[in-house]
T-cell receptor, first 117, second 115 residues
């Protein structure tokens, strides 16, 4: 069964520094998608970045980049130049294909990031 | 602007009572989903629907029911059979089909509390 693991329940980072949030996944599928979402205290889920399993280059979106190591089955999120507004929960997710040919998104347990001024 | 609207934002339920959470989207997405989130935890899938008048159970469907009579709407009913309903509920939608890269758009959530 597909599974997402985030081993860092909480992280601190100094403002303006970079931080890496870890994510490992387990799947037997060759085709899959990896996502990172940000959840501020308001509760909404904000899409940050996507990496497809066949993408050869690491995805980047502004200050966010995804360090994709396929052989290690890891998809770590790197946030550069941290800002106070980056303080939130961060979820790694994987889109898997179900037996009925539908797709669903499965989530890790999340990492709470706190940016210190 | 297109998006997903969940209402109410906060909901209180008495013991033994059924309550319905609303989810409406104007993104023309085919698929809609309901997730439950408990404090400090990730999201768990309750129900999902790929097309109108069809829906499937997710990982934790017991004590919940849904309907999909319109493409835009996917209400979730928390029944009295759900013994621990206090949680944060998130609705999402996406394009369906073969696209691995189709991410989800989420609503702002409903926080349900049993009183």
């Amino acid at each position: 069964a597909q599974k997402i693991t985030q081993t860092q329940p909480g992280m601190f980072v100094q403002e303006k520094e970079a931080v890496t949030l870890d994510c490992t996944y387990d799947t037997s599928d060759q085709s899959y998608g990896l996502f990172w979402y940000k959840q501020p205290s308001s509760g909404e889920m904000i899409f940050l970045i996507y990496q497809g399993s066949y993408d050869e280059q690491n995805a980047t979106e502004g200050r966010y980049s995804l360090n994709f190591q396929k052989a290690r089955k890891s998809a770590n999120l790197v946030i550069s130049a941290s800002q106070l507004g980056d303080s939130a929960m961060y979820f790694c997710a994987m889109r898997e294909r179900k037996t009925d040919s539908s797709y669903k998104l499965i989530f890790g347990s999340g990492t709470r990031l706190l940016v210190r001024p | 602007d297109g998006g997903i609207t969940q209402s109410p934002k906060y909901l209180f339920r008495k013991e033994g009572q059924n309550v319905t959470l609303s989810c409406e989207q104007n993104l023309n997405h085919d698929a809609m989903y309901w997730y439950r989130q408990d404090p400090g935890q990730g999201l768990r899938l309750i129900y999902y629907s790929q097309i109108v008048n069809d829906f499937q159970k997710g990982d934790i469907a017991e004590g919940y029911s849904v309907s999909r009579e319109k493409k835009e709407s996917f209400p979730l009913t928390v029944t009295s059979a759900q013994k621990n309903p206090t949680a944060f509920y998130l609705c999402a939608s996406s394009w369906s089909g073969q696209g691995i890269g189709y991410g989800y758009t989420f609503g702002s959530g409903t926080r349900l509390t049993v009183v």
